[in-house]
Nanobody, 115 residues
Framework: QVQLVESGGGLVQPGGSLRLSCAASGSISSIYVMGWYRQAPGKQREFLAGITSFGKTNYADSVKGRFTISRDGAKNSVYLQMNSLKPEDTAVYYC?????????WGQGTQVTVSS
């Protein structure tokens, strides 16, 4: 019912930046939460940042000051601006859509931080 399409992942050197995008389509509610998560090999999926349909944001401590989440209501899209990237940021990054506790996930996009 809701589809998420992610883009923007890739290879970047330490200290560099990437901007991830997630476009939602389908039966989109006027009230929702969207967010970004990541999962590194051998680790659990980790919450990074969230934003509500009202524009309220929330960040994990690990990315505060480096990552910024934003939204475009007209496009039903969310973005994750990632700055000062570190090798430990290497992971598969996922977009999530949450409508009243019903979650939808994107397929993930690989982010690799390496020189």
């Amino acid at each position: 019912q809701v589809q998420l399409v992610e883009s923007g992942g890739g290879l970047v050197q330490p200290g560099g930046s990437l901007r991830l995008s997630c476009a939602a389509s389908g039966s989109i509610s006027s009230i929702y939460v969207m967010g970004w998560y990541r999962q590194a090999p051998g680790k659990q999926r980790e919450f990074l940042a969230g934003i509500t349909s009202f524009g309220k944001t929330n960040y994990a401590d690990s990315v505060k000051g480096r990552f910024t989440i934003s939204r475009d209501g007209a496009k039903n899209s969310v973005y994750l601006q990632m700055n000062s990237l570190k090798p430990e940021d290497t992971a598969v990054y996922y977009c999530k859509y949450d409508q009243f506790g019903l979650n939808y996930w994107g397929q993930g996009t690989q982010v690799t931080v390496s020189s």
